[in-house]
């Protein structure tokens, strides 16, 4: 007797499905894998206000880093309230539209908060009130709410990208108008005037701008023209930096080469090398000024061989004078300072009481500078900031570097380490504490470092 009951059909006899047609009513497609979606999503919500406020933003960081209000002033003697035209607007979107708490996402938005606050505190115990209240307006106002509009406003990676491009671009600029507007002193080349007038001055200005465009250049989806432009600016730009004679210039390109070759990949570190070694074979023929003030560091016995040697060991023992007189003012006031902008004033009394000329010169390093003119918590606020900074670009990269879907974000944190370290060690022998230049590089690794903590967790990882 069969095992199939009677009235049931036999397996062989049961009819396949039909396939999927327009008649069943039914729509099969095939599945897909799931691809992973793209980390430079926009992942922000769409806010009118907040990209209003990022327009005005990235407006604002052209003009400053572009060095066009100067510009404007020097060519035409046309003055451009950047601050009020491009800053506050900017400020009002981002305090409105929802993204003033971005600020204190890390601790940096707190160290900046606090030295802002210091600097402010330090007025009342000024050698010179009007004077220190006067510098404390430009500084908040012009320089500083740079880093506030930037860490509010810059959501996402595309934007600081934008940011990070806006900074070249600006750099490029400069390097055009260098040429017609720039001037050789003894040996030196800076811009005719401005605030990047002085050699070393204009050295940095170049050297914090040029891991921009190593950014732009070793990006691979960035078009050949586009590459061949970054190239030639980044060769201009190295040109300028040897025709300044800057030993804090070369030493800035020292560090950018050595920390290029820490983290980059081995292609950077090939292009790296070659670079490096014709800079170092043609710097004799190209920049003999700069050879000249060098020497003296390899060779003790060339300080007397030219101008340029002895001018340089001169230039040595005057700031390391300066660097001690500023350890003395700080000591002397270590809570609030002799108030911001007000060392050469205190100097200057220092060299009466004992009898020597004044020097009347600045501390020639940012850090004694804060220390001496705003206390020492302001000090410590500010190195918060710098190496703070620092860090939060180094453990981006750290973590995003081997993550193929986060490789230009690692790219962005890499060069923006970069430009972080050039400051921080040119401020070891200039005076920047009150420029745009620290709160433009906190305020994007601050920006950077909060939009990717957004898109990973957006993409669940």
Same mark, same amino acid.
């Given at each position: 007797m069969s095992r199939f009951k009677a009235g049931l059909p036999r397996p062989d006899a049961i009819a396949p499905p039909?396939?999927?047609?327009?008649?069943?009513?039914?729509?099969v497609s095939r599945i897909e894998p799931a691809r992973p979606k793209s980390v430079l999503t926009n992942v922000a919500p769409v806010n009118p206000l907040q990209s209003i406020g990022f327009f005005f933003t990235a407006a604002y960081l052209a003009t400053l880093y572009g060095f066009l209000s100067e510009l404007l002033d020097i060519v035409g003697h046309i003055h451009l309230p950047v601050a009020y035209i491009f800053g506050v607007p900017a400020l009002l979107a981002g305090a409105f539209g929802g993204r003033f708490s971005s600020l204190f996402r890390t601790r940096v938005g707190y160290y900046m908060t606090f030295f802002c606050a210091f600097m402010a505190a330090s007025v009342p115990f000024s050698l010179v009130h009007s004077a220190s209240l006067l510098l404390l307006k430009s500084t908040i106002l012009t320089e500083y709410s740079i880093f506030?509009?930037?860490?509010?406003l810059a959501s996402t990676v595309r934007r600081v990208r934008i940011l990070m491009y806006t900074v070249a671009a600006s750099c490029a600029i400069d390097l055009l108008v260098a040429v017609p507007y720039g001037v050789t002193i003894k040996g030196r080349f800076a811009f005719a005037a401005g605030s990047l007038a002085n050699p070393n001055d204009f050295a940095l200005h170049m050297l914090i701008g040029l891991p921009f465009f190593l950014l732009i250049f070793f990006d691979k989806r960035t078009a050949a023209l586009l590459k061949l432009g970054a190239a030639a600016a980044i060769l201009g730009m190295v040109y300028l930096t040897l025709q300044t004679g800057s030993r804090m210039g070369m030493i800035c390109l020292l560090i950018i080469g050595v920390f290029t070759m820490m983290k980059a990949s081995f292609s950077q570190r090939i292009a790296l090398a070659v670079l490096t070694l014709s800079v170092v074979?043609?710097? +004799? @023929?190209?920049?003999?000024?700069?050879? %000249?003030?060098?020497?003296?560091?390899?060779? +003790? @016995?060339?300080?007397?061989?030219?101008? %340029?040697a002895r001018e340089a060991t001169g230039s040595t023992l005057g700031r390391l004078d300066l660097l001690q007189r500023s350890l003395e003012?700080?000591?002397?006031?270590?809570?609030?300072?002799?108030g911001?902008?007000?060392?050469?004033?205190a100097e200057a009394g220092l060299a009466k009481s004992e009898g020597i000329p004044a020097r009347w010169q600045v501390t020639h390093n940012a850090y004694t500078q804060v220390s001496s003119e705003c206390g020492v918590p302001a000090f410590l606020c500010f190195v918060a900031v710098i190496f703070g900074s620092l860090r939060l670009s180094l453990r981006l990269y750290d973590r995003t570097r081997r993550v193929p879907a986060y490789h230009q974000t690692a790219q962005m944190a890499l060069n923006l380490a970069l430009a972080t370290a050039c400051l921080a060690v040119g401020m070891f022998f200039d005076s920047l504490a009150y420029t745009y230049y620290p709160p433009v590089v906190a305020g994007l690794s601050v920006a950077l470092w909060n939009a990717s903590q957004d898109e990973q967790r957006a993409q669940g990882s």
């Open positions: 039909p396939p999927p047609s327009s008649a069943s009513g039914l729509r506030f509009l930037i860490a509010m074979v043609a710097l +004799p @023929a190209v920049a003999p000024e700069t050879w %000249a003030r060098l020497s003296p560091m390899f060779n +003790p @016995a060339a300080t007397h061989q030219s101008y %340029a003012v700080t000591l002397q006031h270590p809570v609030f300072g002799v911001i902008g007000e060392f050469a004033d």
